[in-house]
């Protein structure tokens, strides 16, 4: 496990990672997330043929974006400064001491531990928090996500069809 400290109310720190609020700047990294995802994610997730979201629409959604608890938080390297994806945690419809993680990273940046290191320091904020329990939905065919959460200790508790896909329900209680 990573070790991390809060920064401060809003970012926590890994080892190799800052995870803070995103700056306006950043939406063009949002926009790169969005064009990066997979066909089998559903189309309102992804650019649609208008090329909706812009950068310009994602840069305003970063200046409302309120989140009622950690939300999503923008991955930053602390080598480089530079951003790679986000994490965090959302709304799992479950209730209010029950929130979902997520987290997604530019594809350049799979495979070198960042998803986990990330995820592990939501996951001890969220227990410093006083959360009771975590979720976690993934399709089935993320298999890379499915490591992630395995590795951090969430247990797969039943799917939901959608008329997407499946989804994998996981969980972990703190």
């Given at each position: 496990?990573?070790?991390?400290?809060?920064?401060?109310?809003?970012?926590?720190?890994?080892?190799?990672?800052?995870?803070?609020?995103?700056?306006?700047?950043?939406?063009?990294?949002?926009?790169?997330?969005?064009?990066?995802?997979?066909?089998?994610?559903?189309?309102?997730?992804?650019?649609?043929?208008?090329?909706?979201?812009?950068?310009?629409?994602?840069?305003?959604?970063?200046?409302?974006?309120?989140?009622?608890?950690?939300?999503?938080l923008a991955v930053e390297l602390k080598?480089?400064?530079?951003?790679?994806?986000?994490?965090?945690?959302?709304?799992?419809?479950?209730?209010?001491?029950?929130?979902?993680?997520?987290?997604?990273?530019?594809?350049?940046?799979?495979?070198?531990?960042?998803?986990?290191?990330?995820?592990?320091?939501?996951?001890?904020?969220?227990?410093?928090?006083?959360?009771?329990?975590?979720?976690?939905?993934?399709?089935?065919?993320?298999?890379?996500?499915?490591?992630?959460?395995?590795?951090?200790?969430?247990?797969?508790?039943?799917?939901?069809?959608?008329?997407?896909?499946?989804?994998?329900?996981?969980?972990?209680?703190?």
């Amino acid at each position: 496990m990573q070790s991390e400290n809060l920064r401060d109310e809003f970012g926590l720190e890994t080892d190799r990672l800052l995870l803070r609020p995103w700056r306006m700047s950043e939406g063009v990294i949002l926009r790169e997330i969005w064009s990066e995802r997979d066909p089998r994610v559903p189309p309102h997730r992804r650019i649609d043929a208008l090329g909706n979201p812009t950068v310009a629409h994602l840069e305003r959604e970063i200046i409302a974006y309120k989140p009622a608890s950690v939300g999503l938080l923008a991955v930053e390297l602390k080598e480089t400064g530079r951003v790679i994806g986000y994490s965090g945690l959302i709304d799992s419809g479950r209730g209010a001491r029950e929130p979902e993680l997520a987290y997604e990273l530019l594809r350049r940046h799979w495979g070198r531990g960042y998803a986990t290191e990330a995820s592990w320091a939501i996951l001890n904020w969220a227990r410093s928090s006083r959360y009771e329990r975590l979720w976690a939905t993934v399709w089935d065919w993320n298999a890379g996500t499915r490591r992630v959460l395995a590795k951090i200790g969430f247990v797969e508790v039943g799917f939901e069809m959608t008329t997407h896909g499946t989804n994998i329900v996981t969980t972990k209680f703190l």
